[in-house]
Every structure is written in structure tokens, then in C-alpha cells.
């Protein structure tokens, strides 16, 4: 009588597609307002297992020169050693370290974000991956959306103004968002 042992699956690796994949962000700005921009290039690789959330795993990368605000002299200053340092730090990192169910259709994952050299540990609030479809091309596709909070001092993005009536120029919180699709890997 032979034994035959059945090797677990292997988690499906999906590619973040650049073309249909964003990263947005917001901060305070003069006290009363909020300035919204994206980053429009995003990239990266999605293993994904959810019946073992230990075999998955995200890893993206941002090119910071596709920051667009809709105010060009912005984008310029955003790009500059003032801010993001593009000319030094061309990329924002983030890789996961821990993926955690978090409800139905929702996920935790905790992972090193690096953004002009600087590492610290942050936490997503991950909304999918949506169910696979097919596209017209034959491709499998799934989507997902994410969230985070960051302090951007802590991120060594620390330039700042002190206003007339007293406070600052610029919140030090930015909301992050990432809108993603996937394709899944030949």
C-alpha cells in the first residue's frame, strides 16, 4: 500500500497593472482644506492564497515622478529635495510582512513602506480581491482597493510653512489610497 501525499497549492500570482492601477492621496492644506493628488504608475507582483494568508504576499512600487496634482508648479515643488526628492528617492516601496483576514472580503496586511529612504511598518485596510473574470483578450483579472494613514515626518517629508494666523501650511496625516487591478501570471 503506497501513500501519496497531496502538495498544498501554491498561492496564484497576480501583476499589478500599471494602465488601470492608481495610488491617490490627500492632505490638509492652509487649515481648511484638503489637495488630492495621484501617483498614475504603479506596479508590483500579488501572490495570493486565501485559504493560507501565510503563503501571500504584495510588493509595489510607485514611480514618484508620475505624481499629478493638476497644478504643474506643484507637482515640480512635490518632486523637489523640499518633498519627495524624486532626483534621489525615484520610487515609493511598499512590501508586505503579514496578511490577515479582516471581515468578509476584507483584509489586514501589515508591511514596510519606504518613501525617500526612509522604512516604516504600515497597515492597509484591504477591500477584495474582487472574483476573477475574464477580459475580451483572455486575460484573468481581479481588482482591490486599499487604505492607509501617515504621519509624512516620519517619512522625512517634514517641509512645512507657518501661516500669518498661526498653524501650518501643511497636515502632517496623508490618506492613501490604491485602486489596483491584477492579471493573473501565465
Not at 111 to 135: F, S, Y
Not at 169 to 185: F, N, P
Request: charged share 25%; glycine share 8%; aromatic share 6%.
Amino acid at each position: 500500500m503506497s501513500s501519496s501525499s497531496t502538495a498544498a497549492p501554491a498561492p496564484t500570482t497576480y501583476t499589478i497593472e500599471p494602465a488601470h492601477s492608481s495610488a491617490h492621496f490627500k492632505v490638509r492644506h492652509l487649515m481648511i482644506s484638503n489637495v488630492r493628488g495621484e501617483f498614475g504608475k504603479v506596479s508590483g507582483t500579488v501572490k495570493f492564497d486565501p485559504a493560507n494568508l501565510a503563503d501571500s504576499s504584495i510588493t509595489a512600487e510607485i514611480d514618484v515622478s508620475s505624481i499629478n496634482t493638476r497644478e504643474p508648479d506643484r507637482d515640480t515643488h512635490l518632486k523637489s529635495p523640499d518633498f519627495f526628492d524624486v532626483a534621489n528617492h525615484p520610487t515609493i516601496k511598499f512590501q508586505s510582512k503579514k496578511i490577515e483576514a479582516d471581515g468578509p472580503g476584507e483584509y489586514k496586511v501589515t508591511g514596510d513602506l519606504t518613501i525617500r529612504g526612509a522604512t516604516q511598518e504600515v497597515v492597509m485596510h484591504v477591500e477584495g480581491p474582487t472574483p476573477e473574470i475574464k477580459d475580451p483578450w483572455g486575460n484573468t483579472r481581479r481588482g482591490a482597493e486599499a487604505t492607509t494613514k501617515i504621519s509624512r515626518k516620519e517619512f522625512g517629508v517634514a517641509y512645512n510653512a507657518v501661516l500669518e494666523t498661526g498653524g501650518m501650511m501643511l497636515g502632517d496625516e496623508v490618506d492613501i489610497s490604491l485602486a489596483i487591478e491584477l492579471v493573473k501570471a501565465a
